[in-house]
Each structure stands twice: as structure tokens, then as C-alpha cells.
């Protein structure tokens, strides 16, 4: 693949003038959300005097006062600032015994079977939050810690919610001089709870990195495959479960062949792409094998930098749906039913999901304007300029030993071409899965530190968010 000849240094000279950043990794630069810049500062400066911006961070507090009438509850914190919440609302938000189970954390009443005229009769606060009493017979009473309060706040939302730190850090080639990596031993120790940090440490730099190498991993398949499991569960798919893979074309897809392969990220045809991608490089003897170095790019670093750039590309890259194929393998025809961008967000606007695969994309266009097409490729190609410049580019050799697992949802692999015989083995396992295992763990090591008031009594106040 020849490199593209673009003016691409030029525009980053530029960009770290402009937003007096300097470019080098582990910078946090702010995720791109689905707004670009100016569309954002656009709606904050035209936002109408009634329309209530988000306030401010808080001063600790002590303990709020409230008020009620027919419709709302007020919460009035100690810094001045106000949370309206709809009394059906809060309601349904009940985690009474009567409302909740504490076991299953599941809610145990309907939509129809809350009144919807129901209000307070009374409302108390304390430290352990703000406690109603309500209209129903015989009276209902609940109670609602006030970290719940704050995290659920929606009227105004509280700026925590939106500006909620995010650990992730975005990185370019630099990363090289102090790549993201973890032992085996520590995942693998006689002590449970050991092993349970290492698995949280590594799953950590995962979310933050987007990847993480696993060092001193014995080169074998059974050993690979032992320890994913011990990471989370493996997601099966036409390819398998655990896979080991070499140019034999085995499968219709040029993974299986010698080819290089340009930065992509895999599994774009499936309604919910492969949350990991778990790599082992068990053998290549080079020589006189050459090539098969790996590559690793950071899209939402890329994307970053195409939101600052050329933020209506970032915008059409958003919103135009690019369907996606697996063809190759015979008996096989996978294509998500509802085609996606090649940026996917949160519910805040947060840059949450890339999925760019040239290979595997399909027919584009249809359903677009032309003016769209044009806009669409002039775009994609900025991304790719973006994607294959030096500055993007970490380019390592794998071994037979070090163990790869990539955030499939972020970061880009790829490959240079190849000669000789080489072995790849590893896994996919599913974004919620992997999420979910960390989620779990830091509970269980970190849940005291990261969310106090989680657990209040006994109702869970952690889950459900
Ligand atoms: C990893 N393994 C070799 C099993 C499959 C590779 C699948 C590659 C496919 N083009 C995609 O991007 O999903
Ligand atoms: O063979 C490699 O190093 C990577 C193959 C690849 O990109 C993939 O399996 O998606």
C-alpha cells in the first residue's frame, strides 16, 4: 500500500497552533461528540434565557431541602442550585421491597398500575437523602439517596452527568515509547482475588487505551485459549469460537491469505460488532518468513482530529449508514438488517463506536443524495488520509509470548503483507460481555471508592444506568 501524499502534517501543524495542544499521546483530548464544534458553541450561545443551562460543578454539600405540588418535587441542594423532578418520576423510580427486587434488581410494577395523579403528602430530607410520603392508600413511602437524585437529575441535567470524566486517552504513534501492557502472571495467580485485580487492570487499559498487550503468555493454543476464558466469555461466530488462522484460505476472507491489511476494525457486517479482538501470534518463522508486522491505529483519535478538521466530514461519517458484508465463506451471507455510520454515539453525544472496514464495505449511496455521495467519499477519504499517516500509525512485530486484546469498538488492526508460514490464534468476545466483567470487578475492588452512596441500605442504587 503506497502512502497517500497528503498535506495532512500540515493540517495537524495547524491544528496544535489552533487548539494550542500539543499533539503528542496520552493527551486527553475531548472525545468528539455528534455536535462539531460549531454546531455546539451554536447551541449553547443561542440557548433562550428560559431554557436552563446545566450548573455548575457542585460545592460539597450537607443536606438539601424540598418542596412539592401536584406535579413536581423540588430538591433545593445547600450550593444554591435546583433539581425539578416529576413526581411520577420519582414513583417509578421507587426502590421500596414493594417496588424493586432486591435480588434481581428488577422493577416489580407496570406503567398502568402507577396513578398517574400520583403526588407526595409529605417530603422530608436528611442525610440519607429525600423521603416521601405519598397519595396513595395506604400511604406509599420511599426514599431516594441524594447521589441517586443528582446522577438522575434532568431538569436541569447536572453538569456531572455530561461532563462525566471519562479515563479514556487518545494516542498516536508516540504510544510506542509506553504501550499499554499487563503480565500473564497477574491474571493468572493461585489467588483468586489477585487474578481478579490483574483481569481488572487489564480490562482498565482496555477501556482507556483501547488495547493492551498481556506479556510471558506461554505460546501455545490451549494456553491462549485457557486464559481469554478467564477474561470473559468467547463469542462464537461463523469463524468459531477460538480460532487459529493461516494463509489457507480456509475461509472466504483475506485474513486468511498473505495480503496486508489496511487499519480496519472487524465484524462491521454484524449488528453488534465484536467487542474484543484477542490476538496471539504463535508462529512465523522469519526469516525466511518476511512481513506480518501489526498494526494498530486509534480511531477515535483520528476522529478527533476529523471532528476538529473537518467537522462536517466528522458529521456526514455520523449520519450516513455504509452497509457492510461477510460474503466470502460459503453458506455464508451476514449483513446487519439495519445498516450503521462509521461513528456511532452514546446517549451523550460521546463518541462510543467506529466501525471502518473498506474491505467488507458494501454498495454506498443508496438512498443518499449525490451531493451526499460526493460528500460521503470526500470524507472517508480525509478519515483514511487521517488513519494512515505517520502520526496515526503504531506499527509492532507480535511474538509468540505476548497475547494482543483490542477494544474492537475503538481501535483499528491491520497487517503488512507477509511470506511464509504464519500462525494467528485468538478470540472475539462480545462489548457487553468484557464490559460487563469489568463492571463486576469494579464493584467488587473499586465500587467503595468510585461510587459510595451505591448501596444504601439494602437497595443497589448502583445499577440500572
Ligand atoms: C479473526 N478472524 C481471522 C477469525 C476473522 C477475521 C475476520 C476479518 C473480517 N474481514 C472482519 O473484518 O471481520
Ligand atoms: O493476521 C493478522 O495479523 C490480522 C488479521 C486481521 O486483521 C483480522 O483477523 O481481522
Known sequence: ?????????????????????????????????????????????????????????????????????????????????????????????????????????QRLKTLTELPTDIQPVSVETDTAGLHITWSTSPPHKSTYPSQFLKKAAYDPPLASYHEAEDSRILWNSKIVQSPPTVDHQDLVHSKAETSERGILKLLNRVHDFGFCFITDVPPTADDTKWLIERIAPIRQTHYGGFWSFTADLSHGDLAYSNEGLPAHTDTTYFTDPAGLQIFHLLSHPSPPGTGGTTLLV????????????????????SRLRVP?????????????????????????????????????????????????????????????????????EYWVQLSPGTVLVIDNWRVMHGRSAFTGSRTMCGAYVGADDWKSRRAVLTKKY????????????????????
Not at 473499586?446 to 444506568?465: F, H, L, M, N
Request: proline share 7%.
Open 298 to 317: 486509534d480511531a477515535f483519535y483520528t476522529a478527533s482530529l476529523l471532528s476538529t478538521l473537518y467537522p462536517n466530514s466528522y458529521s456526514l461519517l
Open 446 to 465: 473499586e465500587g467503595r471508592r468510585k461510587d459510595p452512596a451505591a448501596i444504601s441500605g439494602d437497595v443497589d442504587w448502583s445499577v440500572g444506568w
Open 1 to 105: 500500500m503506497s502512502k497517500p501524499t497528503t498535506t495532512i502534517a500540515r493540517h495537524l501543524a495547524k491544528l496544535g497552533r489552533r487548539t494550542g495542544v500539543s499533539l503528542h499521546p496520552f493527551n486527553r483530548l475531548a472525545l468528539p461528540s455528534t455536535q462539531t464544534p460549531q454546531s455546539r458553541s451554536r447551541s449553547l450561545s443561542t440557548a433562550s434565557p428560559k431554557e436552563r443551562r446545566p450548573a455548575s460543578e457542585p460545592r460539597p454539600t450537607t443536606i438539601p431541602t424540598a418542596t412539592f405540588d401536584q406535579q413536581h418535587t423540588t430538591v433545593s441542594w445547600p450550593d444554591g442550585r435546583e433539581s425539578r423532578f416529576d413526581n411520577y418520576f420519582l414513583f417509578d423510580h421507587c426502590r421500596c421491597s414493594k417496588c424493586f427486587q432486591t435480588q434481581t434488581k
Open 324 to 392: 457492510a458484508h461477510a460474503s466470502g465463506t460459503p453458506g455464508t451471507i451476514l449483513r446487519p438488517t439495519i445498516s450503521q455510520p462509521a461513528f456511532s454515539h452514546d446517549e451523550k453525544g460521546q463518541l462510543s463506536l467506529v466501525r471502518w472496514n473498506n474491505e467488507d464495505r458494501g454498495v454506498v449511496g443508496r438512498g443518499w443524495t449525490p451531493e451526499e455521495v460526493k460528500g460521503w467519499y470526500q470524507a472517508s477519504r480525509r478519515f483514511e488520509e487521517l488513519n494512515r499517516s505517520e502520526d496515526a
